[in-house]
């Protein structure tokens, strides 16, 4: 008999897919907040790694591991029909192509990028949370979804910028740029921890489920070892 999917599982797998999907069309309006400067895509893309941190905790690495890879496919998916509509030539009347453009004719250096990125970092923090939550005995959930998060949002930073704008944008712009974006996306983890507890108890609670990832493998091509 094949393994049932839950409800707590199920709904945030497609929470996950549409803060990735949200995340990556939002990343179009730059956004000012106090005397920073970003990306309005910030409001949304933290809440895909606690959502991933949520995952690793409850079900471990391996439902983690195919929760990404469907965000990986659905923000290809996505993508890939911006760019088919973009191609399309529009009616005659309508004013708003420009626009339309502007969203989702996104160049393919920019989405490949962010697709990178997006699979290293996630990855990372599953990993991450997976390895310290054995090493801890299932202890210090705060300190774990921290150092998981700071470790993603760092090497998703490192991965995105230069490969999206370097040899565009000045090495010394691109440093500060990666600095500000990991330090906001961590106090953004930091700040909705509370948050994020209480659905991690009420998951398992509901669940009954509390995963220790030992003996398992961290490929993760092993999408179907789930």
């Not at 945030?12 to 970003?38: D, M």
């Not at 469907?70 to 309508?94: C, D, E, K, R, T």
């Not at 453009?101 to 996104?106: A, H, L, P, R, T």
């Not at 691109?174 to 700040?191: A, D, F, N």
Request: charged residues 15%.
């Amino acid at each position: 008999m094949k393994e049932k999917v839950s409800v707590p599982f199920m709904l945030l797998g497609i929470l996950f897919n549409v803060c990735l999907i949200a995340a990556n069309l939002l990343e179009t309006k730059v956004i000012q907040i106090g005397s920073l400067t970003v990306t309005a895509g910030l409001l949304v893309f933290p809440i895909s790694y606690i959502i991933n941190d949520c995952i690793a905790e409850v079900w471990g690495f391996k439902k983690a591991r195919l929760i990404i890879w469907s965000g990986f496919a659905m923000n290809f998916f996505v993508v890939a029909l911006g760019l088919i509509a973009v191609a399309i030539p529009a009616a005659p009347f309508w004013e708003g192509e420009e626009h339309f453009d502007f969203v989702f004719g996104m160049a393919p250096r920019i989405v490949a990028a962010s697709l990178m990125a997006f699979l290293v970092g996630s990855f990372l923090n599953a990993y991450v949370m997976s390895k310290m939550k054995v090493a801890s005995q299932g202890r210090n959930f705060s300190a774990r979804a921290i150092w998981s998060t700071v470790v993603g949002e760092t090497a998703d930073s490192l991965i995105f910028f230069p490969v999206a704008f370097g040899g565009t944008i000045a090495w010394k712009e691109l440093l500060i740029m990666m600095g500000i974006q990991i330090l906001l996306k961590s106090l953004y983890e930091v700040m909705i921890l509370p948050v994020t507890i209480r659905v991690v108890k009420a998951i398992k609670k509901i669940d009954g489920s509390d995963v220790y990832d030992t003996n398992i493998s961290y490929n993760v091509l092993k999408i179907k070892d789930i």
